[in-house]
């Protein structure tokens, strides 16, 4: 089992070194807090798609690291100084139960005051830090995290699922942020909207853009289970990928008046699938990039007919902090709609973390948990 060494002064972790090699268990010093920290005891931490890229080595990072970034825990310990408050200015309280931005900005710099806090050019990343003897805790497969200063912390809503609530620092706030930057709630109502992958992504995106009162919202993906599961999550129209390109067109020409869609998210990460995106946006429609976050094939782009047909293309990569505020606010009132608390299928203890690994690789499941607690 997982061991837990707090009383001497110890804690545990699941330590990546590379792709190929287990994850190796080591004991770390339980941190000194310094002003504007804290110390979190983690009660769950779900693999996302990218842990899985780099567990696989698809995709690079510096190592040792402590992999996992979608955490929940409560807080133990808090550092001297001042009051820390939360992302709304409240107080923070020991006991809290939490979750907190995936990174952690200074403020001050040229990106965070351009309104790019995520790109800030002192950035902390929570589960993609490398190993050091002053922050060695970062990361959800060990038994604690330590926060650093410039992290956006959000106590949970009370009745919200412990496991509801883990994949909101990632995935809900990632699709939260797509929307923003497409026009947001208000701009979605009445719109017709592709959803490219139907995975933890295309799923959230399904049901946020449910709420927001799109009219139609069409999903396409490579799995026909998935693409059933997307239904449940408000989508109107599922295509497979492997159907006949006419079908999608069909389908688009239909509900559009021939004109196309209004707006496209690229959630798979797919080769192509930018190119298949791209052919079904109306003149004026709007493209938001977000599921190639490895290496894929590049797409060609033709920018007469961009300009002629005035698209727009975004990317989104990770998210502001109002993000995973508005992440949690729809996740409070809409996960008794949606079967969010299907997404998490199978649950590990931390001294699991490897079986857990391969578990999320075979059977493709759309979010496995690491229970440090158990």
Excluded at 68 to 73: L, V, W, Y
Excluded at 114 to 136: A, R
Excluded at 326 to 341: C, G, H, Q, T, V
Aim: some cysteine; charged content about 20%; aromatic content about 8%.
């Amino acid at each position: 089992m997982s061991v837990k060494c707090w009383s001497r002064g110890k804690t545990t972790a699941a330590v990546f070194n590379s792709a190929g090699q287990p994850l190796e268990y080591q004991f770390f010093p339980v941190p000194k807090l310094a002003p504007g920290e804290a110390l979190v005891q983690i009660t769950a931490c779900t693999l996302c798609g990218s842990d899985l890229h780099t567990y696989h080595g698809h995709r690079s990072i510096q190592t040792p690291t402590i992999l996992g970034h979608e955490i929940i825990g409560k807080i133990v310990a808090i550092g001297p100084g001042d009051p820390i408050c939360d992302f709304n200015g409240r107080p923070l309280q020991t006991n809290m139960r939490v979750t907190w931005s995936i990174t952690a900005s200074c403020g001050n710099c040229f990106y965070c005051s351009d309104g790019l806090p995520q790109k800030c050019e002192h950035l902390f990343k929570y589960g993609h830090e490398v190993l050091s003897s002053t922050h060695p805790l970062s990361g959800g497969m060990a038994d604690y995290c330590h926060l650093v200063a410039g992290t956006a912390v959000f106590p949970l809503p009370e009745k919200l699922p412990d496991l509801v609530a883990c994949p909101a620092n990632c995935a809900t706030a990632t699709v939260a942020a797509a929307f923003r930057v497409s026009g947001g709630a208000e701009w979605c109502r009445g719109k017709v909207l592709l959803i490219q992958g139907a995975g933890m992504l295309g799923l959230t995106a399904c049901a946020m853009a449910h709420d927001y009162g799109a009219r139609e919202i069409i999903v396409t993906d490579i799995d026909r289970k998935r693409l059933e599961m997307a239904l449940r999550f408000g989508a109107t129209r599922c295509v497979s990928v492997f159907e006949d390109e006419g079908k999608i067109n069909s389908i688009v020409k239909k509900l559009t008046s021939e004109r196309g869609v209004d707006l496209a998210l690229e959630l798979s990460g797919a080769s192509g699938a930018m190119a298949d995106g791209l052919n079904q946006l109306r003149t004026g429609g709007r493209y938001i990039l977000v599921g190639a976050v490895s290496p894929v094939a590049p797409t060609p782009i033709f920018e007469e007919d961009i300009i002629r047909r005035m698209i727009s293309i975004y990317g989104v990569h990770n998210y502001t902090p109002p993000d995973l505020a508005e992440a949690l606010r729809f996740l409070k009132d809409n996960y008794n709609e949606f079967p969010f608390s299907s997404l998490v299928t199978d649950k590990f203890r931390l001294d699991q973390v490897e079986e857990a690994f391969q578990h999320a690789i075979r059977s493709r499941a759309l979010r496995i948990a690491i229970l440090p607690q158990a």
